[in-house]
């Protein structure tokens, strides 16, 4: 990876989901030398099994401290992944998915996901915090890209007492530019378990195999030919 190892000192706080992409970023941040606080969040998401696989992870790296942050973003909804009456798109092809912003966009969810991520770091003194936007999913969220990261790190300095006194708190996103096929195979270096991770938006206890995020990881997996060890209902 050819990056400095950090001192022990280098607090930082990762955003963890228990999926592909937050996972691997945990991975990085162990291996750039932090002390890593995870947080993760139940939302009361379609998909909670994702937080077994976040409590799994994180023991997996051996973090200094996981909190799970509890609130109900189902009371607005705006998401199939907050509102069962919102169906999950299945079965779509590629091409399909990179259209449009899919209905699995939560509002505001990263702004509200990285606000908390803030506080905490502030409250620690971290010097970082890590999220595993990535700008090349075919998702396309509008918050996953690096205009958004770039203008929530005005924030980060601007916003905190840390910011405008000593020295911002860092967003790092090590996984923005690349491809699902890269992050798997900078996953495989870095020694993640994918079989502990969770994709799934599909709120079961075995992943579906259909929805976008199942055919996302799939497709990457099968590109890479790799076998996912995640077992499935169907693919």
Not at 43 to 62: C, F, M, N, P, T
Not at 85 to 102: C, H, W, Y
Not at 130 to 145: E, K, T
């Amino acid at each position: 990876m050819g990056k400095p190892k950090l001192s022990s000192e280098m607090k930082a706080v990762i955003l963890l989901s228990g999926g592909l992409d937050s996972s691997t970023v945990l991975y990085q941040a162990r291996a750039d030398g932090c002390e890593c606080y995870v947080i993760s969040f139940d939302y009361q998401q379609r998909h909670q099994r994702e937080l077994k696989s976040a409590l799994l992870i994180a023991q997996a790296v051996g973090v200094v401290k996981h909190q799970v942050v509890n609130f109900d973003l189902r009371q607005w909804g705006g998401s199939a992944l907050t509102d069962h009456a919102i169906a999950l798109p299945q079965e779509r092809s590629l091409d399909e998915m990179s259209q449009n912003i899919p209905v699995t966009y939560v509002p505001a969810r990263n702004t509200i996901f990285l606000s908390f991520a803030l506080a905490y770091a502030e409250a620690i003194a971290a010097q970082r915090v890590y999220i595993g936007v990535n700008a090349l999913d075919y998702s396309g969220y509008p918050d996953c890209r690096p205009d958004y990261i770039q203008a929530m790190q005005e924030v980060f300095r601007l916003g905190t007492k840390q910011g405008l006194e000593g020295q911002p708190i860092n967003i790092v996103a090590p996984l923005i530019n690349l491809k699902k096929t890269e992050i798997i195979q900078l996953g495989n270096q870095l020694g993640v378990p994918w079989e502990l991770t969770w994709s799934c938006y599909a709120g079961g206890e075995v992943a579906c195999g259909v929805c976008d995020s199942c055919r996302l990881r799939l497709a990457a997996f099968a590109e890479l030919g790799l076998k996912d060890l995640v077992p499935y209902a169907k693919y």
